[in-house]
């Protein structure tokens, strides 16, 4: 079983769409939870951080745990064009431990 | 503003050569990370640095080497050892217990 499952798309939605991604993960030990984007080219920078099961939400964002089901999400409400670009999962165990990320999802909203 | 800098941008490598990736923060971050990324496959770490003068192999070591001699300073030498190294690499950071942040990565060609 892989440590981190995410589904690599692409995904294709219209503007205004919802749009949900998501990965699983196998590590009980895994205790952070975050979202990145990147940009074609560009270095991936942070959306969402979490170290807890639940909901945090972040304007027109919100990242969901759920780790009896060692599950996350991803949720984009009324998506943009400007959204299109690679979503990682990425996860972590405690202190300063390296990052482990998901293959990403491919992301395009079409205006 | 604070931040990693990764330099160069674009990076060409004959056959046999060693070519070294540069990595700056300015955040005072104690730990450091050396990331490989290619299609598909996602982020694969190759080194990291908890202190300074230490430094741990990740899943992709092999034909890399690093140095840590300053806390803002964690060079990548991508050696002649290297046979496949056309990638994109990102360095990030990470302060105590909290989430990474990535420069805007070198792509490296052979030619």
């Known amino acids: 079983q892989k440590e981190v499952e995410q589904d690599p798309g692409p995904l294709s939605v219209p503007e205004g769409a919802i749009v949900s991604l998501n990965c699983t993960y196998s590590?009980?030990?895994?205790?952070?939870f975050m979202w990145y984007r990147q940009y074609s080219r560009k270095g991936p920078e942070l959306l969402m951080y979490?170290?807890?099961?639940g909901n945090k939400e972040d304007g027109r964002f919100t990242a969901q745990v759920d780790k009896s089901s060692k599950y996350i999400s991803l949720f984009i409400r009324d998506s943009q064009p400007s959204d299109s670009a690679t979503y990682l999962c990425?996860?972590?165990?405690?202190?300063?431990?390296?990052?482990?990320f998901g293959k990403g999802t491919r992301l395009s909203v079409i205006a | 503003d604070g931040g990693i800098t990764q330099s160069p941008k674009y990076l060409f490598r004959k056959e046999g050569q060693n070519v070294t990736l540069s990595c700056e923060q300015n955040?005072?971050?104690?730990?450091m990370y050396w990331y490989r990324q290619d299609p598909g496959q996602g982020l694969r770490l190759i080194y990291y640095?908890?202190?300074?003068?230490?430094?741990q192999k990740g899943d992709i070591a092999e034909g890399y080497s690093v140095s840590r001699e300053k806390k803002e300073s964690f060079p990548l030498t991508v050696t002649s050892a290297q046979k496949n190294p056309t990638a994109f690499y990102l360095c990030?950071?990470?302060?105590?217990?909290?989430?990474?942040?990535f420069g805007q990565g070198t792509r490296l060609t052979v030619v």
């Open positions: 979490t170290y807890s099961s």
């Open positions: 955040l005072n971050h104690d730990a």
């Open positions: 640095s908890q202190i300074v003068n230490d430094f």
């Open positions: 590590n009980s030990a895994f205790q952070y």
């Open positions: 990030a950071s990470i302060s105590s217990g909290r989430e990474a942040f």
């Open positions: 990425a996860f972590r165990n405690s202190g300063n431990t390296p990052l482990v």
